[in-house]
């Protein structure tokens, strides 16, 4: 398929060290703890949400940098290669942030937000054929997509460095995460870190505790948006959110939610009413 030609999108020859996200989390044992996050954790993000909102648009205006506010916000970055077409492939671009001293990943989102059918066919179903192949030390079916690959060579040559970013919203974000775990899992002792924006629960629980064992996750989701809480955690299939929940309340308050599927009301699971049990075909 090639939603799946897309995914593992780049390899990155660097040596990787640790780096603490934003965000300080706390080592508690509640499961369910909530941090309210300061004005500068919080400003801490305001890139990743420049560069998820840019991939939604085309090719030929990231190639030159010029896609309005958001790229003006990061008129540093240097972007190095491109891809999709925004109808049978998301967009998608790759480049070098100088500021940051990284390498940046960005997914386009949904082709029609509208359409809920589009999440549960290309989000859901697939991706729980994919928590199947990649839980082991060894997987071997993992794919690079050339272009992607020649361009991230590139921007790696042009700009050492020993992190990248992937980023994306809604179905981007569910994306990105998968191209995340398939570069950690290609590559183990590269420094892999996720933000997304508006994830949705993209495979059941063993896929939600791999992912988070491999990458650093953090997903922000914004007050009552239905789109983090589907698939249903109950059903068929068990569907989970990794660790790594920031949500945005409704008063523009930002909140660390400890655990997966955090229940608390200032977290999205806790905040929006969830959706009928479903299953998928």
């Known amino acids: 398929m090639l939603f799946f030609s897309l995914l593992c999108l780049?390899?990155?020859?660097?040596?990787?060290?640790?780096?603490?996200?934003?965000?300080?989390?706390?080592?508690v044992?509640?499961?369910?703890?909530?941090?309210?996050?300061?004005?500068?954790?919080?400003?801490?993000?305001?890139?990743?949400?420049y560069y998820a909102s840019a991939a939604y648009c085309p090719p030929a205006q990231i190639n030159k940098w010029n896609c309005g506010a958001n790229c003006r916000a990061i008129g540093h970055f240097e972007p190095t290669g491109t891809g999709g077409d925004g109808k049978n492939s998301l967009y998608w671009f790759v480049g070098y942030d100088s500021k940051l001293n990284m390498i940046i990943l960005s997914r386009q989102g949904s082709f029609n937000p509208g359409g809920i059918n589009e999440w549960f066919v290309m989000c859901c179903n697939d991706n729980m054929i994919i928590s199947k192949s990649v839980a082991s030390d060894h997987p071997h079916d993992l794919g690079v997509h050339t272009g992607f690959a020649d361009?991230?060579?590139?921007?790696?040559?042009?700009?050492p460095t020993q992190r990248v970013m992937v980023v994306g919203h809604s179905m981007g974000a569910a994306v990105a995460l998968i191209d995340a775990l398939y570069l950690k899992e290609a590559i183990p002792n590269l420094n892999v870190l996720y933000t997304g924006y508006g994830l949705p629960r993209v495979g059941n629980n063993m896929f939600a505790q791999w992912v988070q064992s491999k990458v650093s996750i953090k997903h922000i989701n914004n007050k009552k948006d239905p789109v983090p809480i589907t698939p249903p955690i109950s059903g068929s299939y068990y569907y989970a959110h990794p660790e790594g929940e920031i949500h945005i309340g409704r008063r523009g308050t930002w909140y660390a939610c400890w655990g997966q599927d955090n229940p608390d009301k200032r977290c999205s699971r806790?905040?929006?009413?969830?959706?009928?049990?479903?299953?998928?075909?």
């Open 10 to 27: 780049c390899i990155l020859p660097a040596l990787a060290t640790s780096r603490a996200a934003p965000a300080s989390w706390p080592d």
């Open 29 to 49: 044992e509640d499961s369910y703890y909530v941090q309210r996050l300061g004005e500068g954790d919080v400003s801490a993000y305001k890139p990743y949400t």
């Open 151 to 159: 361009y991230q060579e590139k921007t790696a040559n042009e700009y």
């Open 270 to 281: 806790g905040a929006v009413i969830s959706t009928p049990t479903a299953r998928l075909a």
